[in-house]
């Protein structure tokens, strides 16, 4: 799972990883649309030329590609790595569709989408003028198996034939025969079982093209070979300091999503979030053409901010998809009765979790697992109807069939970091509506660390506890999948399936799901799925999180997918 800001299984584990530093699902400025002087804080078509400065919390660690975990390629290292498939660079739903990158299209599959043929386009080179070849990109994902390049996405190794067993090139050099390259611009790849998502998997940094003349294994990091539109000229404290300047190799004519206007970027990071956003807010010297790319505005700095009609002017808002959601373990009484998840679930006020969570402008209610976006498959329902302020009564009704009749008391695990997901704000809020329906419930908090440790190990996973999920793509599979497959119950490790889920229909359905190639068709069933299981209380939908960052007063053609959520610097001007 991850979590509202950066992307990934790590992201869940930390409390959801991917959305902030790649980015969540968006809908651009508030007010605005693309191309618009509106949509960006300084009139004026946007141009080539001058530095844009990026401001981050998070250093942007282990630049390598095939250590990175990032949605869609990721904010920063898709200026440098180019890949098979990428985002579609576009605001709104229309940033939500996979578009092809170096690959002439998005991939042919054989019948039973078992077997992804690629092309590469014409023209495509490193940043020394050398030639890429399909060679270069079986080599980069190859080298993503090796166990010192540890920390990228696991898919490859699942989905590959001989993917479970391979350990990378430095230890086997034969390779993965599952991935073949009959000629210098054609990519085979031969899969275990049916995927039809593999062009979102592609988009993923581990098909960066990587010669193997140049790869010098865990210090590649320090210089990658750029294939994008920037190379990498300064690398300082693994990524707290990364300096890129143009790639004169790169060619827009081969590169239809990445605008690089700017002529540098400078990405600063190690910073403290109130200093990101004063320094943006004040949008003076370098730091008016700055941006970040991992950093919200919490509720006090948005209530300050929206009081400025020019600060305002200057917010991008976006939605990655993200739900929080309360978790049970139906192996932990009492919650092993459906009854009294189901009088839980009515019991939830969702108006005062949203204003725990920041407002309206930073969370909205949630009642559906899958987010409110049509690429996740997004079907409305709401299965146990709490209105805005939750149904005591149904709630107690409930509870007299399940046996308590005079009310239970029950124990909700929370995260002490002040996050407005997991936090105790968020506990406090269900604490209150909970007590109306007769149900006491105590409060646990755990510190960040010990927190993940606790609720997503089968050992010793709470009954009622906080959490949350974001997908490496916006699509029900990888959104889903992980929370109710019963296959992926993990008994040593972090396990996201919290419920331990095992229903053998819900599991034949994934697959079936998973056979298919037409996304559109795959998004209905995934949303059909998820009205199924939501039946069944496992989870209770609270909110979908809002991000709204600012960015400097010369920041010019801002975008924002609902593949990210945020900014993406690739579109940016300063000039």
């Not at 305002?312 to 009765?337: C, E, L, Q, S």
């Not at 969370?363 to 049509?374: G, H, N, R, S």
Request: aromatic share 8%; net charge neutral; with cysteine.
């Amino acid at each position: 799972m991850r979590q509202p800001s950066v992307i990934s299984r790590r992201v869940a584990a930390a409390a959801a990883v991917l959305a902030v530093a790649a980015g969540a699902a968006a809908c651009g400025p508030e007010g605005s649309s693309k191309g618009s002087d509106d949509t960006s804080g300084a009139a004026g078509a946007p141009k080539k030329g001058g530095t844009l400065t990026v401001l981050n919390s998070a250093p942007q660690e282990d630049f390598d590609p095939a250590r990175l975990y990032t949605s869609g390629g990721g904010n920063v290292p898709s200026l440098v790595f180019r890949t098979l498939t990428t985002r579609n660079r576009e605001d709104g739903a229309e940033g939500a569709k996979v578009v092809p990158d170096l690959a002439t299209d998005l991939g042919k599959p054989s019948k039973n989408a078992t077997v992804w043929t690629y092309t590469l386009k014409d023209g495509l080179k490193y940043e020394d003028g050398t030639a890429i070849t399909s060679a270069d990109i079986k080599y980069g994902i190859e080298r993503s198996f090796a166990a010192e390049l540890s920390g990228g996405a696991p898919y490859l190794r699942d989905w590959l034939i001989g993917g479970a067993d391979y350990q990378g090139p430095y230890k086997d050099k034969k390779g993965l025969d599952s991935i073949e390259t009959p000629d210098a611009k054609t990519i085979v790849f031969h899969l275990n079982k049916p995927e039809g998502e593999f062009p979102y998997l592609a988009t993923q940094t581990q098909t960066t093209p990587v010669p193997k003349a140049k790869d010098t294994g865990t210090k590649y990091e320090e210089h990658p070979l750029s294939s994008g539109p920037y190379k990498v000229v300064r690398n300082e404290g693994d990524g707290e300091r990364l300096v890129l300047e143009r790639n004169t190799h790169w060619s827009a004519a081969t590169d239809e999503e990445r605008k690089a206007y700017p002529d540098r970027i400078d990405v600063r990071s190690g910073l403290d979030s109130a200093v990101i956003n004063q320094r943006l807010s004040a949008s003076q010297g370098a730091d008016s053409a700055a941006v970040t790319t991992d950093t919200n505005l919490g509720p006090a700095e948005l209530a300050k901010v929206s009081g400025d009609k020019k600060l305002a002017a200057r917010v991008g808002t976006g939605h990655f998809g993200y739900t929080n959601y309360i978790a049970f373990n139906p192996k932990v009484k009492p919650f092993d009765n459906p009854k009294v998840r189901q009088a839980i679930s009515y019991a939830v006020d969702r108006s005062s979790v949203v204003n725990a969570a920041g407002g309206s402008s930073l969370a909205e209610p949630a009642t559906t697992f899958l987010p409110d976006q049509k690429s996740f498959g997004y079907t409305p329902y709401d299965a146990f109807p709490a209105g805005k302020n939750g149904n005591a009564a149904k709630a107690r009704e409930l509870l007299k069939e399940a046996g308590y009749p005079k009310g239970l008391t029950v124990t909700l695990t929370h995260n002490n970091e002040k996050n407005f997901a997991t936090s105790p704000e968020i506990a406090t809020a269900l604490q209150e509506a909970l007590k109306k329906a007769g149900i006491t419930v105590k409060l646990r908090g755990l510190e960040s660390n010990a927190y993940s440790d606790t609720v997503y190990n089968v050992k010793t996973e709470p009954g009622f506890f906080l959490g949350g999920w974001g997908a490496d793509w916006p699509s029900g599979g990888p959104f889903f999948a992980p929370i109710f497959d019963g296959r992926q119950i993990v008994k040593a490790g972090y396990n996201f399936n919290s419920a331990q889920f095992d229903d053998a229909s819900v599991n034949k359905e994934i697959d079936e799901i998973n056979k298919l190639t037409d996304l559109s068709a795959a998004a209905k069933r995934w949303g059909a799925l998820d009205k199924k299981v939501g039946e069944q209380a496992l989870t209770v939908p609270l909110f979908h999180p809002v991000y709204k960052r600012l960015y400097g007063k010369s920041v010019k053609n801002v975008v924002i997918s609902d593949w990210t959520g945020v900014l993406d610097i690739s579109q940016v001007a300063v000039k």
